[in-house]
């Protein structure tokens, strides 16, 4: 783990909660996208200077997806806490051999091209664990 990549929050309307966390904590949208296979609409919004971790605003892009199950069973709230890793098939394989369940056999397609698996909720104390290996790890982007 290098670090906490961003914190997940779901909600229904993804227009109106950007604009709430931007009247009311003067957060900045900084990248938006819709992912078609994690059946979300998203948004990446920076926090104080933008040099920390981000907060990650996630919509149900359809009805079967993750997020609109989440929020039919929970409403509005955390959903996720994402790691950053330099290799998440290498973090992947250290937390299977610690006896967690990992969601996907292959990592998927995350924001803005990075890799992503997931650990069950289940297996990590009740919060929903992403890991994330960005395009270009921080240090190297600048
Ligand atoms: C479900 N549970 C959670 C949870 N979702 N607990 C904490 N945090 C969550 N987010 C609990 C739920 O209350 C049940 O507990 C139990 O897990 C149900 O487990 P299940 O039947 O195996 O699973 P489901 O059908 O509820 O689905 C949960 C999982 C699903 C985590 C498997 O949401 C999933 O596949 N998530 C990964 C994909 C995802 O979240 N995509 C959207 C973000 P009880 O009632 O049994 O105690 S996409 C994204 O983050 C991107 C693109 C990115 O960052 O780049």
């Known amino acids: 783990m ?18 709430f966390y931007a009247d009311a904590f ?3 949208c900084v990248h938006q996208e819709t992912n078609e296979e994690q059946g979300v609409r998203e948004a990446m919004l920076a926090v104080g ?17 993750a997020i609109a199950k989440f929020l039919d069973r929970s409403g509005p709230g955390l959903q996720q806490l994402a790691y950053t890793v330099a290799d998440v098939e290498a973090a992947a394989d250290a937390l299977r051999a610690r006896g ?23 297996d990590a104390g ?4 992403e890991l994330v290996e ?4 921080p240090d190297e982007s600048s």
């Open 26 to 28: 003067g957060m900045r």
């Open 49 to 65: 200077d933008g040099t920390g971790p981000r907060l990650q605003l996630l919509a149900p892009a359809r009805p079967d997806s």
């Open 100 to 122: 967690m369940r990992l969601l996907y056999d292959t990592p998927r397609r995350g924001t803005a091209g990075s890799r992503i698996n997931f650990v069950h909720p289940k």
């Open 2 to 19: 290098l670090g906490i990549d961003h914190v997940g929050i779901a909600v229904a309307d993804l227009d109106a909660a950007i604009a």
């Open 126 to 129: 009740g919060v929903l664990v």
């Open 134 to 137: 960005p395009v270009s790890l």
